[in-house]
């Protein structure tokens, strides 16, 4: 078992946390702009170009990797009840205190990916721990399967004014977001990875190519690559997408993967630059960035749009404004919190 960290998956959650701070302040002006009747035809062009080919290698990998992460830790730490409890409950009470200083108290419920991914932690980790590992993990990626197949079906419709069914099932007006059916394929997708990695098995690693070039011509043979209708922002077609675009995501994933660990493997140069990158240093804090961007961006990007009138090339120069101060306080955060720490897995 490895006791080294994995670059690559730093690397891949500093891109993901970074496309997402640029994808969420875009969205809340294309958003605010709307609502109060500000919206420039102009703004709605590049949107679909955010989703189009980013959503698969940025934005919706992020379960997927704290799926490989929560794996790692679990089995290197030889964690107890204990840990699945302070992480998950801590990520369900950062979830709902996001909601509520950024839509108030009519807002709190909002299910969303910090609330999916303690869920995801609660289900797995009698799995991962108590079992041997190969059957543990076997287990919970049947279970993810099992979601999956519920991707884009919304049965037992006269239960759906039920919470439970949103966190489970999906939400038809796409008031929540993340359900289990179809991301809980995506977070086990992330615990078989980390089980690869960690065996340090050369077959399996080698499997993940193949496994994810597969899912990817799947994914893209079916049509259904590229589902997601961006112009509808954070809608059910977004969140409840075909099981073929799920497939794509997890096949994406494992190809980065693979690509990046090999590539860090047999070039040390290339790994230690990566190491002490902006984007690495971004990743290991991305719990804290989303944190700043979710609670600060939004306000910042509504307060701008309430007090200011701007043409379209201002409020460009606004939003790039924006990106760009979260991502510099978003880094001096990752450089503290990466100094003070000292983390031994991924």
Not at 20 to 36: A, C, P, Q, S, Y
Not at 39 to 66: D, K, N
Not at 291 to 308: K, M
């Amino acid at each position: 078992m490895s006791s080294r960290r994995y670059t690559s998956i730093e690397f891949l959650k500093g891109l993901g946390i970074i496309y997402l701070i640029g994808l969420h302040e875009w969205v809340w002006m294309w958003l605010d702009l709307t609502r109060f009747e500000l919206r420039w035809p102009e703004m709605t062009g590049p949107f679909p170009y955010f989703g189009y080919f980013s959503l698969h290698v940025f934005g919706f990998e992020v379960p997927l990797l704290a799926g490989i992460t929560f794996y790692i830790a679990t089995v290197r730490k030889n964690s107890g009840i204990g840990f699945v409890a302070k992480r998950a409950l801590g990520l369900l009470a950062l979830g709902f205190l996001i909601n509520y200083l950024c839509w108030g108290i009519y807002g709190v419920e909002e299910w969303d990916v910090l609330q999916f991914i303690a869920l995801a932690m609660m289900i797995t980790f009698p799995l991962i721990r108590w079992l041997p590992r190969a059957v543990g993990v076997g287990t919970a990626f049947g279970f993810g399967c099992a979601a999956l197949a519920l991707s884009d079906r919304f049965p037992w419709t006269e239960l759906s004014d039920q919470y439970w069914y949103a966190i489970v099932i999906g939400s038809q007006t796409g008031e929540h977001f993340w359900p289990l059916c179809p991301w809980l394929f995506v977070f086990t997708s992330g615990l078989l990875i980390g089980y690869v990695l960690e065996t340090g098995n050369g077959k399996l690693f080698g499997a993940l190519l193949p496994a994810g070039l597969v899912l990817v011509a799947v994914s893209l043979a079916t049509g259904d690559y590229h589902p997601v209708v961006t112009t509808a922002l954070w809608g059910g077609d977004m969140f409840k997408a075909s099981p073929y675009y799920i497939l794509g995501i997890a096949g994406t994933s494992m190809v980065w993967i693979w690509g990046l660990e090999t590539l860090f493997r047999r070039s040390e140069p290339w790994r230690r630059l990566c190491e002490r990158s902006f984007v690495v240093k971004m990743g290991r804090a991305i719990l804290w960035l989303f944190l700043l961007n979710t609670i600060a961006g939004y306000h910042a990007t509504q307060y701008v749009l309430l007090h200011f009138r701007m043409t379209f090339p201002q409020a460009l120069a606004v939003y790039l404004g924006l990106v760009a101060g979260t991502l510099i306080i978003g880094y001096l955060i990752a450089y503290i919190i990466d100094r003070r720490r000292k983390v031994d897995y991924a």
